[in-house]
């Protein structure tokens, strides 16, 4: 698992080169529940799984553990948008660095990138 940050020329390039590359925009997100309803739906969270930042950082390891094939999971967002500017998205990528290092201490392997397109004006994909 990878976790890169690009800006948009840098993205159009990665999708000219790969076409497994999923965007889960997050622009139009303005509440908390929102945030976890699109991660749920996009990455196939279980129903019972909780609308928290607790349950996400558990389903987020179950999605990456449980991975087999290679996927490039984009989160783009507007520089003025509300996951921005509420700190929300600062707690997302934690949260995925923080699986990042724990799959990385128990040398564990994942075929899953994460990159975070910053300030897009519109969904690239």
């Known amino acids: 698992m990878f976790l890169t940050f690009l800006n948009t020329s840098q ?9 497994n590359i999923e965007e889960i925009n997050l622009s139009s997100i303005e509440n908390k529940t929102q945030i976890f309803a699109k991660l749920a739906s996009h990455l196939q969270f279980p129903e019972y799984s909780g609308y928290n930042w607790d349950a996400v950082n558990d389903c987020l390891s179950d999605f990456l553990l449980e991975s087999k094939q290679y996927k490039v999971i984009v989160f ?12 929300q998205l600062d707690i997302l990528i934690d949260i995925i660095e923080c699986n990042l290092q724990w799959m990385q201490s128990h040398k564990l392997s994942c075929p899953i990138e994460v990159i975070i397109l910053q300030d897009t004006s519109s969904s690239l994909g």
């Open 11 to 19: 993205y159009k390039i990665l999708c000219e080169k790969n076409d």
């Open 76 to 87: 783009s967002y507007q520089k003025k948008s509300w996951i921005k500017t509420s700190k």
